[in-house]
């Protein structure tokens, strides 16, 4: 079994403990994978390249996108030769921020499966109710800090980029930051504006750790984080409309401690949600189909 990481950062300094900290996930939870990493900084020019031990490579990466476009920097450098790996794991210098108990369940037969069928595994998230962006409506996605998913699946996508442009998202002026064109719901609007800039969240128990004041000062700030959230929720729209399945990690890993299989057809991500033991997720709210 091979594996691909990817690890994206921008700057070492900020999470500069967060690649060690995964190495140490590995070792601890799955030593005997064949892992490869690249490292991919987002700070540094796109034709840097250099070993950082036996393989191990940091290479410069494109933020355009943030860690989107950093990512496909490093599939599009490889080439075919992302064909030799069975899993791709994405993760992001953040990975260790908020909710991270469902790093302890990572383990090989988690990598195994994500290997062998038409997959991709992480932390999944869901918002307290629909939204929409543009013709989609979705209420859940798998976090972008830490995924895996097999190189077939992976090609299938042809980019991880979803959104490259911003012309009808934001207003240039004015108090609200949308503009009256966003293809977005108003109620997600919303939800990202209050996740960005208040402590309030999106109202299910759980803050953003760096939220800002929204002012002139900030607006390019807010504006670059937005796209990250929607290039991170539409991935998972995207892979659901290839016939790519999502599941939730810890759902996976305690199918496997039970010593039950995976059921041939994946679960309904709210069904995966209320079997596993994961806090708060007891009460789903909305049980609107998506």
Known sequence: MRVLVL????????????LDELTRL???????????????????PAGW???LGPDSLLIGGDNTWWEFSGWQRAINQLGSEVKKYDVVHFVTSAFGTLYTDYLERFC???VELAAERPIAVG???YYPHPVRVGS?????WIRSAFWLINTF???RLRSLVSLDSVAELFASEGGWPFAETAPLSCGYQRLIH?????DQGTGQGTTWHSRFELNETTRRLFQNKTVAILNEHLLSIRLRAQGTHLLDLTYLAEIGDEGRPVPARCPHWRAQMKMSRIPGREVLGDTTPE
Request: charged share 25%.
């Open 49 to 51: 390249s250099t070993e």
């Open 7 to 18: 690890f994206v950062r921008h700057g070492a300094e900020r999470y500069s403990h967060a």
């Open 153 to 155: 699946e992976l090609l």
């Open 123 to 125: 932390h999944i998230d």
């Open 108 to 110: 090989p037969q988690v």
């Open 136 to 140: 989609f409506v979705s209420r859940h």
């Open 26 to 44: 590995y070792e601890r939870r799955a030593p005997r994978l064949t892992r490869s990493t690249i490292v991919i900084d987002n700070a540094l």
């Open 194 to 198: 209050d996740w960005l800039t208040t």
